[in-house]
Structures are given as C-alpha cells and as structure tokens.
C-alpha cells in the first residue's frame, strides 16, 4: 500500500500561481496512475488532472491550459503546477494513486485563492 503526503497549498491571489508537491512511499510508485483532486466546500471531491505510469496526461475542463501535471519517479513524486489562479480554484487539493479498482488518497492541502 502506498502512503502519500501533499505540500505546497496555502493563500494565493487571484493570478498566482503555485506548484503542489506529492510523495509516495511504502509502494512501487512508478506502477500507479496518480492523481490530483480537489473538494470545495459543500461539494464533492472532483478530478483536476491525471497522469499515467506513461506520462500520459488527462485534464478537467476547469483547469485546462491552467494546470500542468508531472511525475518524478525517481523522487516519488508528483506535481500539480496551477497558474491563472481564480477564487473559485479555492479547494482542498488531494493527491490519489489509482491501482486498478483501488485508490489511495493523502490527507490534502488546502488551497486559497483570495486578495
């Protein structure tokens, strides 16, 4: 099973930009297709981006041209670069790794955007 730990959220302005961070551990991180989530408040927990053990990539329509998702392998981690920031970009943002039927979420990061 595989551990993850999201870093990186915090208060942003809108147009900002900043990049979240996930490390994995306990597992072969390489195999998974990892995610980036996110819940606003109120709402359900919804797909930003994908990425596959590829490198193949996979948007929501919110984010597209905003958000660049990446994978290092060799660090075990994976990133979410996110620019053009908007308040309604305000969310929890949770890190998942997909094994088949299985997903395995950290405990999130919460993101502000606001002036």
């Known amino acids: 099973q595989v551990q993850l730990v999201e870093s990186g959220g915090g208060l942003v302005q809108p147009g900002g930009s900043l990049r979240l961070s996930c490390a994995a551990s306990?597992?072969?991180?390489?195999?998974?297709?990892m995610g980036w989530y996110r819940q606003a408040p109120g709402k359900q927990r919804r797909l930003v981006a994908t990425?596959?053990?590829?490198?193949?990539?996979n948007y929501a329509d919110s984010v597209k041209g905003r958000a660049t998702i990446s994978r290092d392998n060799a660090k075990n981690t994976v990133y979410l670069q996110m620019s053009s920031l908007k308040p309604e970009d305000t969310a929890v943002y949770y890190c998942?790794?997909?094994?088949?039927?299985?997903?395995?979420w950290g405990q999130g990061t919460q993101v502000t955007v606001s002036s």
């Open positions: 306990g597992s072969v991180f390489s195999v998974y297709t």
């Open positions: 990425i596959t053990s590829a490198g193949n990539t």
């Open positions: 998942g790794a997909l094994q088949g039927p299985s997903v395995y």
